[in-house]
């Protein structure tokens, strides 16, 4: 068997024609959290990640959602969670008002 133009990098066909099936990777993931104690991290929260990070690196909504999986139309809908770096510092200066334990120091 030849290996397709195009491969799929999941696959369990040797052509690699095939992508696995999604409840494979479910299964994998829901394994490996078990072993590294990461009962906390879900899969739809990589995602998120990987949406909101490509976006910080520069990369456009459409690009992002192809790379996901997602229609770029209905994923601008669900993962706009770009975070700018104005927007971490206003975070962090909002989060020093708030910090009862650094009223001793001024």
Known sequence: MAI???PYVL???L???EPWDPDTITQYFGRLRRRLDLDHL???GLRRFMDTY??????SMAQV???AGHDPAVAGRHYTGRVSQ???ELAGA????????AEGEQ
């Open 4 to 6: 397709v133009a195009d």
């Open 11 to 13: 696959t369990a066909s």
């Open 15 to 17: 052509g690699g024609d």
């Open 42 to 44: 879900e899969f739809k």
């Open 54 to 59: 490509g976006q910080e690196l520069g990369f």
């Open 65 to 67: 959602a192809l790379r």
């Open 86 to 88: 104005a927007d971490r």
């Open 94 to 101: 909002i989060g020093q008002l708030l910090d009862t334990s």
